[in-house]
Protein backbone atom coordinates (compact mmCIF):
# COMPACT_ATOMS: atom_id res chain seq x y z
CA UNK A 1 0.00 0.00 0.00
CA UNK A 2 1.20 3.57 -0.61
CA UNK A 3 1.78 5.79 2.31
CA UNK A 4 3.19 9.08 3.04
CA UNK A 5 5.54 10.26 5.47
CA UNK A 6 5.82 14.08 6.73
CA UNK A 7 8.13 14.00 9.70
CA UNK A 8 7.47 17.81 10.16
CA UNK A 9 4.19 18.58 11.81
CA UNK A 10 5.67 22.80 12.07
CA UNK A 11 8.20 24.77 10.92
CA UNK A 12 9.27 28.21 10.70
CA UNK A 13 11.22 30.33 8.08
CA UNK A 14 12.00 33.72 8.23
CA UNK A 15 10.43 36.30 5.42
CA UNK A 16 12.34 35.56 2.26
CA UNK A 17 13.90 32.94 3.07
CA UNK A 18 14.00 29.13 1.55
CA UNK A 19 12.62 26.70 3.37
CA UNK A 20 12.31 22.85 2.66
CA UNK A 21 9.38 20.22 3.76
CA UNK A 22 10.38 17.32 3.73
CA UNK A 23 8.17 14.03 2.56
CA UNK A 24 9.43 10.64 2.00
CA UNK A 25 6.86 7.94 0.50
CA UNK A 26 6.65 4.12 0.12
CA UNK A 27 5.35 2.68 -2.88
CA UNK A 28 6.10 -0.59 -4.68
CA UNK A 29 4.50 0.16 -7.95
CA UNK A 30 7.24 1.58 -10.54
CA UNK A 31 4.82 4.13 -11.83
CA UNK A 32 3.55 7.11 -9.70
CA UNK A 33 3.50 10.54 -9.27
CA UNK A 34 4.03 13.17 -6.23
CA UNK A 35 2.08 16.19 -5.46
CA UNK A 36 2.00 18.86 -2.87
CA UNK A 37 -0.70 20.82 -1.56
CA UNK A 38 -1.11 23.64 0.33
CA UNK A 39 -4.01 24.12 2.96
CA UNK A 40 -4.53 27.88 4.70
CA UNK A 41 -7.03 28.37 7.32
CA UNK A 42 -9.87 28.72 4.50
CA UNK A 43 -9.57 24.71 3.98
CA UNK A 44 -9.50 24.76 0.64
CA UNK A 45 -6.60 22.40 -1.02
CA UNK A 46 -4.63 24.34 -3.58
CA UNK A 47 -2.50 22.43 -6.07
CA UNK A 48 1.12 23.46 -5.93
CA UNK A 49 3.46 20.64 -8.01
CA UNK A 50 3.28 17.48 -9.24
CA UNK A 51 6.21 14.89 -9.87
CA UNK A 52 5.75 12.01 -12.08
CA UNK A 53 7.95 9.16 -11.35
CA UNK A 54 9.42 9.31 -14.64
CA UNK A 55 9.91 12.90 -14.61
CA UNK A 56 13.87 13.30 -15.85
CA UNK A 57 14.07 16.68 -14.27
CA UNK A 58 12.90 18.22 -10.74
CA UNK A 59 9.84 20.31 -11.23
CA UNK A 60 9.75 23.74 -10.47
CA UNK A 61 6.47 25.36 -10.22
CA UNK A 62 7.28 29.55 -9.50
CA UNK A 63 8.87 29.51 -6.31
CA UNK A 64 8.18 25.97 -5.80
CA UNK A 65 10.34 23.37 -6.46
CA UNK A 66 10.53 19.66 -5.77
CA UNK A 67 13.79 18.11 -4.72
CA UNK A 68 12.78 14.60 -6.08
CA UNK A 69 15.23 11.34 -5.00
CA UNK A 70 13.70 8.39 -6.74
CA UNK A 71 16.40 6.36 -4.84
CA UNK A 72 16.13 7.53 -1.04
CA UNK A 73 11.83 7.69 -1.78
CA UNK A 74 11.66 11.35 -1.05
CA UNK A 75 10.27 14.75 -2.53
CA UNK A 76 10.79 17.39 -0.91
CA UNK A 77 9.01 20.77 -1.22
CA UNK A 78 11.44 23.69 -1.56
CA UNK A 79 9.75 27.67 -1.22
CA UNK A 80 11.87 30.37 -1.93
CA UNK A 81 12.02 33.79 -1.34
CA UNK A 82 9.18 32.95 1.45
CA UNK A 83 6.18 35.17 1.86
CA UNK A 84 3.53 35.60 4.64
CA UNK A 85 1.02 34.56 2.88
CA UNK A 86 2.90 31.16 2.59
CA UNK A 87 2.15 30.63 6.53
CA UNK A 88 -0.27 27.63 5.80
CA UNK A 89 -0.41 23.82 5.85
CA UNK A 90 1.30 21.86 3.62
CA UNK A 91 0.15 18.09 2.82
CA UNK A 92 2.31 15.84 0.33
CA UNK A 93 0.46 13.37 -1.40
CA UNK A 94 1.09 10.01 -3.70
CA UNK A 95 -1.52 9.27 -7.00
CA UNK A 96 -3.38 5.75 -6.19
CA UNK A 97 -4.74 4.60 -9.52
CA UNK A 98 -8.80 3.92 -9.74
CA UNK A 99 -10.38 1.32 -11.61
CA UNK A 100 -10.48 3.70 -14.66
CA UNK A 101 -7.99 6.03 -15.83
CA UNK A 102 -8.87 8.42 -12.72
CA UNK A 103 -6.53 7.98 -9.10
CA UNK A 104 -6.92 9.07 -5.41
CA UNK A 105 -4.80 10.80 -3.37
CA UNK A 106 -2.88 9.24 -0.42
CA UNK A 107 -2.20 12.39 1.89
CA UNK A 108 0.59 12.81 4.65
CA UNK A 109 -0.32 14.32 7.95
CA UNK A 110 1.15 17.72 7.04
CA UNK A 111 3.68 20.44 7.78
CA UNK A 112 2.11 23.65 9.03
CA UNK A 113 4.15 26.58 8.17
CA UNK A 114 4.57 29.68 9.53
CA UNK A 115 6.58 32.82 7.60
CA UNK A 116 7.92 35.14 10.42
CA UNK A 117 8.16 38.93 9.17
CA UNK B 1 -16.66 31.67 -9.20
CA UNK B 2 -16.29 28.65 -11.07
CA UNK B 3 -14.06 26.31 -8.17
CA UNK B 4 -15.56 23.71 -6.67
CA UNK B 5 -18.60 24.86 -4.66
CA UNK B 6 -19.28 23.12 -0.90
CA UNK B 7 -22.81 24.13 1.01
CA UNK B 8 -22.74 24.44 3.71
CA UNK B 9 -19.48 25.53 5.14
CA UNK B 10 -20.00 25.45 8.74
CA UNK B 11 -22.38 22.81 10.39
CA UNK B 12 -23.06 21.98 14.06
CA UNK B 13 -25.76 19.27 14.86
CA UNK B 14 -26.42 16.73 17.42
CA UNK B 15 -25.42 13.52 17.98
CA UNK B 16 -27.98 10.90 16.50
CA UNK B 17 -28.95 13.85 13.84
CA UNK B 18 -28.51 13.41 9.79
CA UNK B 19 -26.35 15.59 7.84
CA UNK B 20 -26.02 16.53 4.16
CA UNK B 21 -23.84 18.54 2.59
CA UNK B 22 -23.76 19.66 -1.11
CA UNK B 23 -20.95 19.51 -3.86
CA UNK B 24 -21.44 21.12 -6.79
CA UNK B 25 -17.92 20.66 -9.14
CA UNK B 26 -16.21 22.86 -11.39
CA UNK B 27 -18.34 22.34 -15.20
CA UNK B 28 -17.87 19.87 -17.49
CA UNK B 29 -15.93 17.62 -14.90
CA UNK B 30 -16.72 14.48 -14.86
CA UNK B 31 -14.81 13.04 -12.13
CA UNK B 32 -16.35 14.00 -8.47
CA UNK B 33 -14.56 12.76 -5.36
CA UNK B 34 -15.17 13.32 -1.78
CA UNK B 35 -12.66 13.56 1.47
CA UNK B 36 -12.77 13.28 5.03
CA UNK B 37 -9.88 15.62 6.79
CA UNK B 38 -9.83 14.92 10.59
CA UNK B 39 -7.92 17.81 13.00
CA UNK B 40 -4.27 17.08 12.60
CA UNK B 41 -4.71 14.58 9.63
CA UNK B 42 -4.21 15.18 5.85
CA UNK B 43 -7.57 14.20 3.96
CA UNK B 44 -8.76 10.22 3.68
CA UNK B 45 -10.56 8.75 0.63
CA UNK B 46 -14.48 8.84 0.91
CA UNK B 47 -15.62 7.57 -2.73
CA UNK B 48 -15.40 8.35 -6.02
CA UNK B 49 -17.65 9.67 -9.09
CA UNK B 50 -17.68 9.04 -12.71
CA UNK B 51 -20.90 10.69 -13.95
CA UNK B 52 -23.47 9.67 -11.92
CA UNK B 53 -21.79 6.04 -11.31
CA UNK B 54 -20.44 5.72 -7.87
CA UNK B 55 -17.35 3.77 -8.82
CA UNK B 56 -15.10 3.53 -5.53
CA UNK B 57 -15.95 3.15 -1.90
CA UNK B 58 -13.31 3.74 1.21
CA UNK B 59 -13.74 1.31 4.30
CA UNK B 60 -14.42 4.07 5.66
CA UNK B 61 -17.60 4.89 4.50
CA UNK B 62 -19.44 3.13 6.68
CA UNK B 63 -23.01 2.17 6.75
CA UNK B 64 -24.11 5.67 8.27
CA UNK B 65 -22.78 7.26 4.94
CA UNK B 66 -24.68 7.79 1.43
CA UNK B 67 -23.38 9.64 -1.48
CA UNK B 68 -25.13 10.79 -4.64
CA UNK B 69 -24.84 12.01 -7.99
CA UNK B 70 -27.97 11.53 -9.14
CA UNK B 71 -27.65 13.64 -12.20
CA UNK B 72 -24.20 13.52 -12.68
CA UNK B 73 -23.46 17.02 -11.90
CA UNK B 74 -24.02 18.41 -8.13
CA UNK B 75 -23.78 15.70 -5.37
CA UNK B 76 -24.69 15.13 -1.82
CA UNK B 77 -22.57 13.52 1.30
CA UNK B 78 -25.38 12.17 3.89
CA UNK B 79 -24.87 11.23 7.35
CA UNK B 80 -26.62 9.12 9.13
CA UNK B 81 -27.23 8.66 12.62
CA UNK B 82 -24.20 11.49 13.13
CA UNK B 83 -21.80 10.24 15.80
CA UNK B 84 -19.19 12.50 17.43
CA UNK B 85 -16.13 11.01 15.82
CA UNK B 86 -17.69 12.18 12.50
CA UNK B 87 -16.45 15.49 13.54
CA UNK B 88 -14.24 16.69 10.80
CA UNK B 89 -13.99 18.48 7.31
CA UNK B 90 -15.66 16.99 4.54
CA UNK B 91 -13.89 17.94 1.20
CA UNK B 92 -15.13 17.58 -1.86
CA UNK B 93 -13.21 17.66 -4.97
CA UNK B 94 -13.30 17.24 -9.02
CA UNK B 95 -11.03 16.61 -12.16
CA UNK B 96 -11.55 16.47 -15.80
CA UNK B 97 -12.18 13.10 -17.94
CA UNK B 98 -9.19 13.41 -20.17
CA UNK B 99 -5.64 12.22 -18.80
CA UNK B 100 -4.62 15.74 -19.93
CA UNK B 101 -3.31 16.99 -16.22
CA UNK B 102 -2.42 15.65 -12.67
CA UNK B 103 -4.62 18.18 -11.07
CA UNK B 104 -7.52 17.00 -8.71
CA UNK B 105 -9.78 20.53 -7.74
CA UNK B 106 -10.74 21.07 -3.87
CA UNK B 107 -13.57 22.77 -2.52
CA UNK B 108 -13.19 24.90 0.92
CA UNK B 109 -14.54 21.98 2.57
CA UNK B 110 -17.78 21.53 5.27
CA UNK B 111 -16.66 21.55 8.44
CA UNK B 112 -19.24 19.25 10.93
CA UNK B 113 -18.80 19.17 14.68
CA UNK B 114 -21.33 16.59 16.01
CA UNK B 115 -21.86 17.56 19.76
Known amino acids: AQKITQTQPGMFVQEKEAVTLDCTYD???????LFWYKQPSSGEMIFLIYQGSYDEQNATEGRYSLNFQKARKSANLVISASQLGDSAMYFCAMREDLMDSSYKLIFGSGTRLLVRP | DTGVSQDPRHKITKRGQNVTFRCDPISEHNRLYWYRQTLGQGPEFLTYFQNEAQLEKSRLLSDRFSAERPKGSFSTLEIQRTEQGDSAMYLC?????????????FGEGSWLTVV
Open chain 2, 93 to 105: ASSPDEYSGNTIY
Open chain 1, 27 to 33: TSDQSYG
